[in-house]
């Protein structure tokens, strides 16, 4: 490091700039002015170099043998680490400015009311940064920054990581922010078993839902879809309690609670992390699709149907107490039917939207 910086038109010399000049108007040599300071050699060269910041110790020792005071030594210090803290900063908006051109601006005014601010890229940087409450936007590129990405399957793209970063980051602070006791797992499972009956309940599952795993230690953070984060839901352990977040990616609410139960079945398992779009992990679907619709029913009414009609879909959701629209999903995913499933989708299933 040089114990001098310019940047622009601006220069800020480090103390060791001046006690350098000090040392040879003296006559003396750094060894002897060492000794007369109070200080080894090795001490007063990395000094000069600017390479060591000055100490209240040596700004000390300089005042009481030059006849100045603390504070005007302290007081260069403090001048030099200014302006290099400025640069550094400015700097860092150089690599910001790379980062934030991968994420969508719009999803924070549209969805967090942030202001627009259009063609502001550095007033819209700050105002991201101080949302998600983090140093710089270029820590969303540290890959498992807040939390782990489980096992995938394909590489990871750097706007893949930065996205999913943003999600959890939203997540994690409202988490935060919940009032919520310690996780309780033999609670969360009654909150599960209840959340099984709220299928059914378009307007309201979300929020009794939400108290539910409240009670249990469980803050469910449901969120719009970023672009290009890939998420389908996360979970970490969070001051205590367990974030579990799940978002509108695909816009049904069969899609909405097959994600959230593929979760589930992580935190249940202890095996907390962010799931991707391409993720094959079977213990979580699997656990999914039996929470969902008891696999032994589920095989009978594929078993006794040649076809999958509205009435024999309806009815057998009935009979399990789940929406008619998970059903249906089901059927789609298995790819039972696929065509005649297309055409109920609009009569079965329910769009969602956060």
Not at 14 to 32: A, F, M, R
Not at 209 to 228: I, Q, R
Not at 287 to 307: G, K, M, T
Request: charged share 30%.
């Amino acid at each position: 490091m040089s114990n001098y910086i310019e940047y622009r038109d601006e220069v800020a010399f480090h103390p060791g700039y001046y006690i350098k000049e000090i040392v040879e108007e003296s006559g003396l040599t750094q060894e002897d002015f060492a000794k007369r300071l109070g200080t080894t050699p090795k001490n007063l060269s990395v000094l000069i170099k600017g390479d060591q910041s000055l100490s209240i110790d040596i700004a000390t020792k300089l005042s009481r043998m030059l006849g100045t005071t603390i504070v005007y030594w302290l007081n260069l210090q403090q001048i030099y680490d200014e302006k290099l803290a400025l640069i550094q900063s400015e700097e860092e908006l150089v690599r910001e400015r790379d980062v934030f051109r991968l994420i969508e601006y719009r999803y924070f005014s549209d969805h967090f009311s942030l202001p627009e601010l259009p063609r502001q890229t550095d007033e819209r940087i700050k105002c991201v940064r101080e949302f998600l409450h983090i140093s710089s936007l270029t820590v969303l590129e540290e890959e498992n920054l807040s939390v782990r990405f489980r096992s995938y399957s394909e590489e990871l793209s750097r706007s893949n990581i930065v996205n999913a970063n943003v999600m959890v980051q939203i997540a994690v602070n409202r988490t935060l922010k919940q009032a919520a006791p310690k996780y309780n797992k033999k609670k969360f499972e009654k909150a599960v078993s209840y959340a099984l009956t709220q299928t059914g309940n378009h307007e309201g599952f979300i929020k009794a839902v939400t108290s539910a795993f409240a009670d249990a230690g469980v803050v469910l953070v449901a969120l719009p879809n970023l672009k290009n984060s890939g998420v389908n839901g996360a979970s970490k352990k969070v001051d205590g309690k367990i974030m579990l977040m799940v978002n509108d990616r695909r816009h049904y609410e069969d899609t909405f609670w097959f994600t959230m139960f593929h979760e589930i079945g992580h935190i249940l398992n202890g095996d907390l992390g962010i799931s991707l779009k391409d993720e094959k992990e079977d213990e979580a679907d699997l656990y999914a699709r039996n929470a969902l619709i008891p696999p032994e029913e589920y095989e009978r009414f594929v078993r006794r149907n040649q076809r999958f009609d509205e009435v024999s879909i309806r009815r057998f959701a009935e009979d399990i107490g789940r929406d008619p629209g998970i059903v249906l999903g089901r059927l789609m995913m298995d790819q039972k039917e696929p065509h005649t499933a297309m055409n109920l989708s609009e009569k079965l299933r329910h769009g969602f939207y956060l």
